[in-house]
Structures are given as structure tokens and as C-alpha cells.
């Protein structure tokens, strides 16, 4: 029997809260960005008053690699930012389950070139574009950008391929980036990480990484980062039991080591557990931090500006 048929590590169930968006008032919901699958969509949340353009604010869910939804509450990691001036669009994308690594990566990707294609649709800015994800959905940000215009991460069929899938900045909470770190700290004794991470794994790659050898080289962003890579926010508690907080710090050491230590900034939040067990994360506030670290790579940086231009 399969474990994970039934599985959330965070509460016992594939059932996750989904957040009701009815009095947002300016929205688009359940817009295609690619044709391969029904979950191949996206939302739009506009900011109550302008015209725009806004920038943009591109939010990828977590849920272990395995379930999650574009509207449950991880959503209001981001959806602050319509109070702030800041357009927000949340991604489904292809969970391990229905497609296998770096499927995840390939749709975040069609989806940041679906809202550019079609930013003045949109009132957004196609120059000002943000990825911000949760856990799994951080790893799937992170690499994203980590391997803008690296052909062996890139699906152009999906559609919108003469469009760009750079962003501007990067927000990354609590993701796990080394999966065979991950699996290794869950196989000691005891788990210093998700136990249930090697079966996970086995869904999303198809195998253990320990399993694929040189392979596994190919789903750990960090060996992606190049000097254009965008400004990052890192944030990480130090009490997480999922993804433990050496993948935080890993992180931004390799940021710092390639690009220099302006690019990133590491928030470590004491005594916070992972997101989903604690519940910190989504209390009003707790995004001032990362909608300040948006505002200075986004809104005053001005258009255009390439990703060494924000360092100086």
C-alpha cells in the first residue's frame, strides 16, 4: 500500500484550507498558461485601484512536492502585496503525482512567460516580475530562476517561447534545495528532517537520489547559480522539522560565493517550525520583511535594470 495515498505531512490529509478571494475585487481566475494539463493555470489579483502597470509578484504553492493548491493558505504569503501596489498571480502547476521532476520547474517557467505575453492584458509590468514560494514550492522558484535560458530546463512547446522567463528577485521560504541532503538527514536516527521525504522522493524523480547517481546533480539549484542570478530573500525557522535549516544557509553561502554578498538576504526566524506546523507564517505582518526586499529590487530600481545593476 502506498503510504502517500492518503498523505499531508502537515495535517493528515490531501485537504488542504483553500482562502476565499470573493471580495478581492479585481481578479482573473483560472487562466490556462499551457494546454498539457488541466492544472496548467494560474490567478491574477490586481491591486483595488490604478491602472498600472504593477509589478508583479509570481507565487508558487508547497505541499511536498505532492498536493497543494494556488488558493490555500500559503496564498497569504503573497496576496498582501495587492495592498501594496503589487499585482499577484498564484501558479497550479503539475504535481509529482501526475508528472515527474522537473515538470514543476518547466510550468513555473510557461507561467512566468504566459504574464509576460500577456502583461498589458493585465496591467502588469513585464519588467518587474518576482517569483516568491513555500517549501516545495520554493525549491521550484528557485530553480526556475537558477536556470533561466538553460535549454535542459526548458519546455518552449508550452507556448510563448519568443517571451522571456526571467524575473527580477527571488523570495524563497523554508525550501529544500540538496535533495540528497534531505533524504539522507530523514534516514537518520532519529529523522532529522521528513521522514516520509525518500518516498516523496521516489514520486518526484522516480527513484531515491542516492539511487540515480550523477543525476541527482541536475535537482539541486545551487549548482545553476550564475553571476546573473536575481536578488534573493531567504527565509527559514530554526526549529523546522521538515526541511531543516542548513538548506537555508547553504543557499545563501552559494548566492554570496558566486555573486557576491549583496544578492542575498537571510532571514532565520528563531524558534519557528516549518510551514503548515506552525502557523506564524501566515500571521498578519509576517510578510513586511519580503514586501521590503520587494519594493527595493522592484519598484525603485526602475525598469529593466539587469540583476548587477541592483548591487550597486
Known amino acids: ?6 498523505f499531508n505531512p502537515f495535517e493528515g490529509s490531501m485537504e488542504k484550507p483553500i482562502i476565499d478571494v470573493a471580495e478581492i475585487e479585481r481578479k482573473h481566475l483560472d ?4 494546454s498539457g494539463s488541466p492544472n496548467q493555470r494560474l490567478d491574477i489579483y490586481l491591486p483595488t485601484e490604478g491602472d498600472g502597470p ?9 505541499g511536498a512536492f505532492i498536493l497543494g493548491d494556488k488558493r490555500d493558505t500559503q496564498l497569504y504569503q503573497a496576496i498582501g502585496g495587492i495592498k501594496r501596489g503589487y499585482a499577484v498571480a498564484s501558479v497550479e502547476y503539475r504535481l509529482a503525482f501526475e508528472a515527474k521532476y522537473p515538470a514543476a520547474v518547466f ?3 510557461a507561467a512566468i512567460r504566459f504574464l509576460r505575453a500577456n502583461a498589458p492584458c493585465y496591467k502588469l509590468d513585464g519588467d518587474r516580475f518576482a517569483l516568491c514560494g513555500d517549501s516545495a514550492g520554493a525549491h521550484y522558484a528557485v530553480m526556475a530562476a537558477a536556470t533561466e535560458g538553460n535549454p535542459a530546463f526548458e519546455d518552449l512547446g508550452q507556448g ?3 517571451y522571456s522567463c526571467a524575473v527580477q528577485a527571488v523570495a524563497s521560504r523554508f525550501g529544500p534545495y540538496d535533495f540528497s541532503l534531505e533524504s539522507r538527514m530523514a534516514w537518520e536516527d532519529p529523522p532529522k528532517a521528513d521522514p516520509y521525504f525518500p518516498e516523496i522522493e521516489t514520486h518526484l524523480l522516480g527513484a531515491h537520489s542516492q539511487d540515480i547517481g550523477g543525476l541527482v546533480y541536475f535537482t539541486n539549484p545551487l549548482n545553476f547559480v550564475s553571476p546573473g542570478f536575481p536578488p534573493i530573500f531567504i527565509e527559514h525557522g530554526t526549529e523546522d522539522i521538515i526541511v531543516p535549516v542548513v538548506h537555508a544557509y547553504q543557499l545563501e553561502e552559494r548566492v554570496r560565493a558566486v555573486c557576491g554578498a549583496g544578492r542575498a538576504q537571510l532571514v532565520i526566524m528563531e524558534g519557528y517550525n516549518h510551514g503548515g506546523i506552525d502557523e506564524r507564517w501566515i500571521e498578519p505582518g509576517n510578510d513586511d520583511m519580503m514586501y521590503m526586499f520587494f519594493d527595493k529590487h522592484l519598484k525603485k530600481a526602475g ?4 540583476h548587477a545593476d541592483h548591487d550597486r
Open 160 to 162: 510563448n517561447a519568443s
Open 31 to 34: 487562466i490556462p498558461y499551457a
Open 54 to 62: 504593477f509589478p508583479t509578484v509570481i507565487f508558487v504553492h508547497g
Open 1 to 6: 500500500m502506498d503510504i502517500l495515498a492518503n
Open 303 to 306: 525598469r529593466g535594470l539587469s
Open 107 to 109: 510550468d513555473v517557467k
